[in-house]
């Protein structure tokens, strides 16, 4: 597969705006700061799920090129220190 802008990964932060028992509603600085996405908890580590909270801040790798949500990916999940 051809790496181009909208599916190249880049290790960005996200901020949890809400958590519930299907998945995240998120919001991405580096992609739309006004847009909420919404991450099933199919596409979470199981782990990262389960201390996720409303505020907490992640980096991730997400394909931050895309033009639209349905394109966003997300992989390697960690906490942020900030």
């Known amino acids: ?9 880049w290790r960005t932060l996200i901020r949890i705006e ?9 919001i991405i600085p ?5 847009t909420k996405v919404f991450i ?3 596409n979470i580590p199981p ?3 389960n201390a996720m ?3 907490g801040r992640y980096h991730v790798q ?7 949500l349905e394109d966003l990916r ?9």
């Open 1 to 9: 597969m051809k790496i181009t802008p909208t599916t190249k990964m």
């Open 18 to 26: 809400s958590v519930n028992k299907s998945g995240v509603y998120v």
């Open 30 to 34: 580096g992609w739309s700061v006004k």
């Open 40 to 42: 099933d908890k199919k």
């Open 47 to 49: 782990v990262i799920f």
């Open 53 to 55: 909270t409303e505020g």
């Open 62 to 68: 997400c394909n931050i090129g895309a033009e639209c």
């Open 74 to 82: 997300f992989n390697n999940w960690e906490k942020s220190k900030l």
